[in-house]
Structures are given as C-alpha cells and as structure tokens.
C-alpha cells in the first residue's frame, strides 16, 4: 500500500537543497571524531615492512633468524610464511577485471617499495631494528622504466610467474589494450578539411591526502579478525583478505571510522591484508602505517600517459573523425590498469558528436610505483589532450573556442554508444544523455570569467606579465552502469527519530549528510530525526565502495527506496490514528497529516506501531542503475605568464558544473573548488619523480609540490541545476567532474597569453622558458 506523498517540487523541498551543516562537522571541528589511529588496544603491536632497494630484483634467499630472535618482536613474515594466492588489489566489484598479479609477499619484487617481508614488535623502535636484521641474498634484475620500449623485444619481463591471470600478454610486459571503434575513422579522415594530429604526456601524481594509509587489526572475543582501516571499500577488502589469507568471510569485520581523504588511492587495499597476516601470526593487535614518503611511492599514483590524438574536422567546425592512442604505464602491479584507461576513452571521446570514433590503448607494466585509482579515474589526461587539440582546431580554423564546442558537444536525448563498449560499466549498456545544462555552464563562465573582454586569442602582447584566458569542457559519470549497487536500512524510534545505516563511505566527501538529507526530505522530517551510522560490514548493508562518483546516485538511491517504504509504513499506522486512507496522507514537519488538517506527530506513530501494535517499522532497500548519467562542466582560467621566470600563476578559475539537482549546494561547491586544487597541482606543479634506477626522488612535500590555501587563485563555481531522472530527486555526481578540465583550461589559457602550446604536464617554469627562447 502506498502511503507517499508525490516528491516535492524544488521550491518546496525542506532539507533537499539545502545549504545544511555536516552531520558530524561539529565532531570535526572538536576533534571528537576518531579516525582509525584514535583508539586504545591493549598488546598494541607497531608493523614495519622491508621494503625494496631494487627496481627489479629476485630475492634468492632471505634470513629472519637474527629478527626473529630480537626481543619484542612477535611475528615476522616472508613469502614463505604466507598463503600464494594470486590477486588484485583494486577495489573493485567481483569478478574484478583487472589481474591477479599480486601477491601478499612474493620472492620477486618489481618496484622499489615493493614489499620483501614484515615484522611486528612492542616498539616501532624494536620493528625498525629488526628489519635491519633481516638478511636478504639478491639477484638484482634489468629494472624497466620507459613506457615507450617496455614491450621492446629482450626487455626484461617483469611477471613471468606462472599462476598470475588476466595479463594481456606477460613475456612484452603488456598488462591489458583496449581497441574499439565507432564508424570508420580513416573514412572519416578522407572526409576532413583539415586533420590535426597532436602528441600529449601527463605524469605520475600522488594523492596527498592528509591521513596516510593505516589499519589496525585484531582479533575479538569470538577469535573473529577486526580489521579498523582508513578505505574507501570496507567490503571488498572483507572479500579479498578471506581470499588471501583463505578464511571465510564471516570470520572478518571491517570497520571504517572517519577518513582523512582518499581520493581514490584508498580504492585498494594497501596494507589490510599485511596487518591481518601479522595479527594472525602473532596473536596481538597490529597497527601498521605508512610514513609520508612512505605513501609516495610505496602506496598509488595516478596514471602516466602518452596519448596520441587525431582529428578531422570540416571547414564549418563539424568533427567527422577522431582517433585517440594511448600508451600508459600501470606499475608494478595492474589494480585498475584497463578500466582507468578504458574511461579515458569513454568519458573523453563521446563529448563531441563526431560520427567516427576510435580508441587504441596499451598498458604497461614497468618496475616502478603502481599506479592505480585517482579522482577523475582517466579522465584527466584524455580531457587534457582532447581539450588542448579542440582549441588548437578552433583557433586553426579561426572560430571562437566556445562556438566550437557548442556546435560539437553532445546533447540531451543523444545515446553515447562507445560507453556500450568501453569504461567500467556492464558491456551492451550504451549511455543515454537525459540531463544536459552544458551550454548554460559554458554561458555563465565566459560571463564570470570575462571571456570576450579578456581574449586575446592567441596574439602575444608586449610586456613582461602576460594575461590569458582559456576553457575547457568536461563530463564524468555517476556510477559504473550495471556493475554498481548499493544497500540501506532504516528503522523508526519511538520519539520520532530514525536510524540510517549504510554501507556508503563518507571520505571526508560529505556523503553522510547528504544521505540523510535524502531520507529526511523522503520521511517529511528535519535532518535532527535521522542518526546515520555507515560502513561496517557487520552491523551496515552492502555497498561497493566510495567511488566513480556514486554515492550520491546509487547509495542515495537505496536510501531514498528504504526511505519511501518507512514512510508507507508509517503512513499506514498513522491512518489507523487519524482515521483516514494512507494514500491521502502526507508527511512533513516531523508529523503526518490528513487532508482536513489534522495530525499526528512521528513520535506517536512510531509508539503506536511498537506498543500497540507490536510492530517495529523498518525496512531495507537495494539500488542500481543500468545507465551513468554524467555531470558536465565548463571550466575557465585566467592565467599570469612571467615572461622571465617561466612562471605559470593562476589569478581566477571558474568551474560551472551540471550536478543535476544539488542537494547540498555547501557541500557540491566545496567539492568543486577541492577538485580545482587538484587540478591545479596536476596542471603546474605535481609529479612523482624517479631516478635511473627507478627510486623516488622527491618523495616529501618539500620536493613534491602541491597548491595550498596560499597558492589558490580567486575560485568562482556555478552550479547548474538539470533534472536528472535516474537521481534522487534529480541528483546528478559533482565529486571527480571538476578535476577534468584544470589542466587543459590553464594550457590554453596560456596560449592565449603567449601564442606557446604546452603539450606536456605539469607545465613547469624551465618548459615555459624553453618555449619562450625558440619563439623569440
């Protein structure tokens, strides 16, 4: 029986849309909040791990006896002590598709960092001395460092172990390709009036979240394995250490406390698996942490990329064909290799309507940090590329850069059919666009960015400082299509309250208070009424994780299904109360009314239903979505060229983003403007470096820059809103989308300053100066 009142219109909403406080913002802010290092074990034990001097290394033997011996020390670990069960750590649902080609410790290591074994004792002190007791007999291999002659015959092969599955092909150190079309590209080529043809690199960029990976485990009163981890994905690690550690699921608990940020580095389990196996072997709890530079180069980057791209275009503006190459390094290890790519084709290519597509993409393995998950997922360095060339063509063809994309963008009711091919999202899904205010994010930032005042397009002015301004357009998605799905479960109390569990992850993101918003606004009661609790995998239902953008669609979806069953519920026992049909009761204000007027609070439905009718209301719910409907978003910078030192400063950034309806436009814009920062950092300064001999050599914030709050330009963020049908009350992503189009908007921003396109990431002073020097 349907006792719902049909979902309100905007203007009418109470706690949708609404700039509301952060549930837990005042236990923030207080510092009442414990994260995963805020708790008190007794028989704590500090883990270390060995790692790796080498790039590329067979261990021949390793000794642990003098370890072993060392007082305080309780368990120490090698490849021989441990299950080889072969695996991924991607933080992806079941069946992943990317390899099994880890292990919890080998006797091969492919990267410095690279773990050789593990030890648990008293102190960090006594952990650290017995690592440097442990003796290791090496035989040093051929490290593998460039992307572009990894697959070179008599290259050395990185994994020639036997039991790994899923590489592409393991003897020319190919990890995974992807090859697909749409139309005929050369036919397309023929066609053309004018081909460019254009080459892009992008490089290794560490997350740099304030909280460095950590975990601690133990084992509870049922001899039940507790693992507390900071993650984005506390069921698929429940999943992937009974696998490797071979014990059933329902012998561990994963709990996720709050999050000092992830930003897809904690898509993975990183250190979950090592701590359990420490735990377990000596019986005690176990915290194991990474250092800063630790986190470098031992946990994830982003994706380095060399894309190729060509494009076809009429003399009108019309694209006819596009070819994108992309050649990227996956690491070590391939977590994410061919999914982060495949999304460099398809969320990148579809944005323009051209009518002959192609996409070729190898990825490759090297003996370096792995690579995995990062916000924008591979959109990053395709957007650079494409919107870098769509720039170059407009300005070849003499058409405003706007106008350009305008003609070519993809629009409402157009159906995205490479996404049915490529991405993370169920094969045969094609996307279909209901939502698109792309062209009124594009009118708003050249209003707020002074688009026609401040170009120059392209024409060099005299002078020392020079100005530009630039754009970029950009999609994502909200969700994986088919593969997503998400779990909620309510239940009411007697005072009118309700508590809300979920298995969603809130990284710092906001995503428990938007949650709540969507069950208070679906309830009719204030945000106060509803106690969220998330992510534990014993006491919260299931969800995949903290990730592509999802959150708000698929887990906001579940909620929103559970949300409307409590309500029918209650509407139900209020209708006993107020002696009226169901159907024509509405909830709002924390009470139920009937048409005359009248009413009952919350309060006295749920003791009504518990006392009198022996009933307690609550109900669960599932969700999925079969389609990934993306947010757009127009990004403009405003740059400052110093013609003598080659910098590169950015002075005003807009970002105008189609979220669908926002249902906490506080929350969306500071989403926006945190992903700004990133992209900044991605633009102009952010790069992991490696020696000859594949070691880090900047691995600490002195060395690897990022943007802080001193360095940001004057932030500008529009929020367009559509109406998304596939959304809770037309909710759209907003999380990844803004991080897309920085970097090319901040190129081509100083090509209209200099006349100089910079094709290479991050755009550095000494690159500028260089450019600058063969121009004059």
């Known amino acids: 029986m349907s006792g719902a009142s049909p979902p309100s219109p905007p203007s009418r909403r109470a706690v949708v849309g609404r700039r509301v406080r952060k549930v837990d913002g005042f236990k923030l802010v207080t510092g009442r909040t414990a994260f995963t290092d805020d708790i008190a074990l007794p028989g704590l034990l500090v883990g270390r791990i060995l790692a790796s001097p080498h790039a590329h290394a067979r261990i021949r033997d390793i000794d642990t006896r003098r370890a072993k011996a060392l007082p305080g020390v309780h368990a120490v670990l090698t490849w021989k002590d441990v299950p080889r069960v072969p695996h991924t750590t991607a933080g ?88 697909t079309h749409i139309g005929d590209v050369e036919a397309g080529f023929r066609e053309s009036d004018l081909i460019l043809e254009r080459e892009y ?77 420490l735990t377990l072997a000596s019986g005690r709890p176990v915290k194991l942490e990474y250092s800063r530079h630790e986190e470098f180069f031992m946990a994830r980057t982003r994706h380095p990329q060399i894309l190729r791209l060509r494009m076809g275009v009429k003399r009108d503006g019309t694209i006819v064909a596009h070819h994108m ?91 995205d059919e490479l996404s049915a091919q490529l991405g993370e999202g169920k094969k045969g899904l094609p996307r279909t666009i209901r939502s698109c205010g792309l062209p009124e994010c594009l009118e ?23 100005r530009g301004v630039g754009v970029a357009t950009t999609m994502q998605g909200s969700g994986i299509a088919g593969v997503d799905f998400a779990g909620a479960f309510l239940k009411a109390n007697e005072d009118g309250s309700f508590n809300l569990q979920v298995g969603a992850t809130d990284l710092g993101t906001g995503s428990d208070t938007v949650l709540a918003q969507i069950a208070a606004e679906t309830l009719g009661v204030s945000l106060d009424k509803i106690l969220i609790y998330s992510s534990d ?117 807009v970002t105008a983003v189609d979220l669908g309806v926002a249902i906490n436009p506080m929350q969306a814009e500071g989403q926006a403007e945190g992903a700004v920062a990133q992209g900044l950092g991605y633009a102009l300064a952010e790069e992991l470096v490696l020696d000859g001999r594949g070691r880090p050599a900047n691995a600490n914030f002195c060395d690897y820059k990022i943007f802080t709050a001193k360095d940001m330009p004057k932030l500008t963020t529009i929020l367009v809103e559509t109406e998304e049908p596939l959304g809770p009350f037309g909710a759209k992503s907003i999380a990844e989308v803004g991080i897309n189009g920085v970097a090319p908007a901040v190129a ?22 260089a450019a600058l020097g063969g121009r004059r």
């Open 537 to 653: 995998t014993d006491f919260t239902p299931f969800d995949v994780g903290a990730y592509a953008s999802s959150t708000t669609i698929i887990s906001g979806g579940a909620v929103k299904k559970a949300a409307e069953k409590v309500r029918d519920d209650m509407c139900c026992f209020a209708a006993q109360l107020l002696d009226a049909p169901p159907e024509d009761l509405v909830c709002r204000d924390n009470r139920v009314f009937a048409p005359g007027g009248k009413s009952v609070s919350m309060a006295e439905v749920a003791v009504h239903a518990l006392y009198k009718e022996k009933t307690q209301v609550m109900e669960g719910a599932s969700h999925f979505n079969t389609d990934s409907p993306p947010p757009f978003c127009a990004t403009f910078a405003e740059v400052e060229v110093d013609t003598e030192t080659g910098r590169v400063r950015p002075v005003h950034l």
């Open 325 to 415: 190459r992309v050649l990227a390094a996956t690491g070590a290890y391939g977590s994410h290799c061919t999914t982060v790519q495949g999304n460099t084709g398809s969320k990148v290519l579809p944005l323009y309507r051209a009518p002959h597509l192609r996409f070729d993409c190898d990825v490759v393995y090297l003996t370096t940090p792995q690579a995995g998950a990062f916000r924008g997922y591979g959109c990053p360095q395709g957007y650079f590329a494409q919107e870098s060339l769509v720039d170059e063509i407009a300005h070849e063809l003499g058409m405003d850069p706007i106008a350009f994309r305008l003609k070519n963008a993809i629009r409402q009711g157009d159906v």
């Open 92 to 179: 992806q649902a079941w069946p992943e598709p990317s390899p099994y080609d880890t292990y919890l410790l080998d006797s091969k290591v492919r990267f410095v960092g690279d773990r050789v074994a593990a030890v648990a004792a008293e102190t960090r002190a006594v952990a650290e001395e017995a690592l440097r007791l442990i003796e290791v007999d090496w035989e040093v291999l051929p490290p593998v460092l460039d992307m572009e002659h990894a697959m070179d015959p008599g290259t050395a092969v990185i994994h020639d172990e036997p039991d790994a599955t899923g590489i592409r092909d393991a003897a020319r150190n190919l990890a995974g390709d992807i090859h």
């Open 748 to 769: 081509n921003a100083a090509f209209d300053a200099t006349g100089l396109r910079f094709r290479r990431l991050p755009i550095r002073p000494d690159a500028v100066l």
């Open 201 to 277: 690199r992008t490089p290794r960029q560490q997350h740099a979240m304030l909280e460095p990976h950590i975990v601690i485990c133990w084992l509870d009163a049922d001899n039940r394995l507790v693992i507390r981890t900071s993650t984005q994905i506390p069921f698929h690690v429940r999943r992937q250490v009974a696998m490797i550690l071979r014990i059933p699921v329902s012998r561990i608990r994963v709990i996720k406390p709050r999050i000092g940020g992830g930003f897809g580095g904690k898509q993975e389990m990183v250190l979950e698996d090592l701590c359990a196996a």
């Open 444 to 466: 708003k930032g050249a209003a707020a960015i002074g688009w026609k005042e401040q170009r120059n397009g392209g024409v060099r002015r005299p002078g020392r400082l020079l």
